[in-house]
């Protein structure tokens, strides 16, 4: 033996090409998409000049399509919402980049603000609202793209509101369900 070790390494490792995976073209991991996301708010130069504001109706414009996913720009003035709705068989990637938005969920409501992400799988339901007394603007990201939007009976977004209030589940039931 020649060596202090009986394993021998011949080469380079890092000219391997077993070893080295190719940068992707384009997300496929939730944290990719998460990233993406997060790249396109801090480019501002890529959006801002796009937002338009509109009182009668939310505002969009698909900034990005590409094999599998799309991004979407929304607007909201204040008292705009989205009504309670799920995204059907597309996960998400939410960001405010503008603004704060009220999110409402079976399990609560919290406000989101700029900077601000929410991650979302296939079927989740909620309802976004700009309660706010200034514009927001927002980043979607959809994962496979955005298909369908089925919307929701109104009361599946302020269930959690209502049971927390109450003192006893049992009470919350009923006055969910009067």
Do not use: K
């Not at 094999?67 to 705009?80: A, F």
């Not at 919402?81 to 009220?102: A, E, I, M, P, Y």
């Not at 989740?124 to 927001?136: C, F, G, I, S, T």
């Amino acid at each position: 033996m020649n060596s202090d070790s009986d394993l021998q390494i011949a080469g380079d490792l890092l000219e391997v090409p077993h070893l080295l995976q190719a940068p992707r073209e384009h997300p496929v991991t939730v944290a990719e998409f998460v990233g993406l996301a997060r790249s396109l708010a801090a480019d501002r130069a890529q959006w801002e000049h796009l937002v338009r504001y509109d009182a009668t109706t939310r505002w969009y414009h698909r900034l990005r399509a590409a094999p599998g996913y799309e991004v979407w720009l929304l607007s909201w003035v204040p008292g705009q919402g989205s009504g309670v709705h799920d995204h059907g068989r597309s996960s998400g990637v939410l960001t405010v980049l503008d603004g704060t938005l009220t999110e409402r969920t079976p399990r609560g409501t919290r406000a989101l603000e700029a900077g601000q992400q929410r991650v979302f799988a296939p079927g989740y339901v909620h309802e976004v609202v700009n309660d706010a007394l200034r514009p927001a603007v927002s980043l979607h990201v959809y994962f496979p793209g955005l298909t369908e939007m089925p919307m929701h009976p109104a009361h599946t977004a302020h269930t959690a509101a209502r049971c927390a209030a109450a003192p006893d589940a049992r009470e919350a039931a009923a006055a969910v369900n009067a």
